[in-house]
């Protein structure tokens, strides 16, 4: 069964550096997502994007956060400036209808130090 | 908006004793309804849904929900635990209406510890 694909798995990072975390969703899907679930609290909503724009963001989704499909088969999440509290499980998820569910990746564990 | 309970945030069982894990949600609009397992060091699994028809939806590892409407419920059960079923289990949801989003939003989940 195909599956969504996320790397790394795990990403440790300077405080006020920039990351990069990539995904590669299911070939056929059109609707792409960002989660994160900090250590201990619920999985968080963080963008949807369809046809190459962000469909629908959080309040948790401010400037220094960016999406982007460079490419047919990536999808990336930008975080121009890290702070300790971005720390978190970011889970990637992809959809071929919106109103279908949606598939998670495995996540990847940012560690801002 | 919508916001998802679920009470119990850790529920041991013994294995091949039966289990349910309650979710409660709010939303002034309709709204699909999921479950989601999370295994230890892995991503989320959808265990099973609830769009329309049958109350009784039934899922993956002998899983079964029921949608209560009147009591905006979604409780998860399984009749025998077994040992591989102790994970995470999340509650989610999702607005009907076209522009509502497909955002999901979850609950903050409820640890199942299957024991010997």
């Known amino acids: 069964e195909p599956e969504v694909t996320q790397t790394p798995s795990h990403q440790v990072t300077q405080m006020g550096q920039e990351v990069i975390l990539r995904c590669v969703p299911i070939s056929n899907h059109l609707y792409f997502y960002w989660y994160r679930q900090i250590l201990g609290q619920k999985v968080e909503f963080l963008v949807s994007?369809?046809?190459?724009?962000?469909?629908?963001k959080s309040e948790i989704f401010d400037d220094q956060f960016s999406v982007e499909r460079p490419d047919g088969s990536n999808f990336t999440l930008k975080i121009r400036s890290t702070k300790l509290e971005d720390s978190a499980m970011y889970f990637c998820?992809?959809?071929?209808?919106?109103?279908?569910?949606?598939?998670f990746g495995d996540g990847t564990r940012l560690s801002i130090l | 908006a919508q916001s998802v309970t679920q009470l119990d945030s850790q529920v041991p069982v013994f294995e091949e004793a039966p289990v349910e894990l309650r979710c409660n949600y709010s939303s002034s609009v309709s709204v699909y309804l999921f479950w989601y397992v999370q295994y230890p060091n892995q991503g989320l699994q959808l265990l099973l849904k609830y769009l329309s028809g049958s109350t009784l939806v039934k899922g993956i590892n002998g899983f079964e929900a029921e949608f209560n409407k009147s009591q905006t419920s979604f409780h998860l059960r399984k009749p025998s635990v077994h040992i591989s079923d102790t994970a995470e289990y999340f509650c989610a949801v999702r607005p009907i209406l076209t522009g509502g989003g497909n955002k999901l939003t979850f609950g903050t989940g409820t640890q199942l510890k299957v024991e010997l």
């Open positions: 998820a992809s959809n071929r209808e919106g109103n279908q569910p949606q598939h």
């Open positions: 994007f369809y046809n190459n724009e962000i469909s629908e």
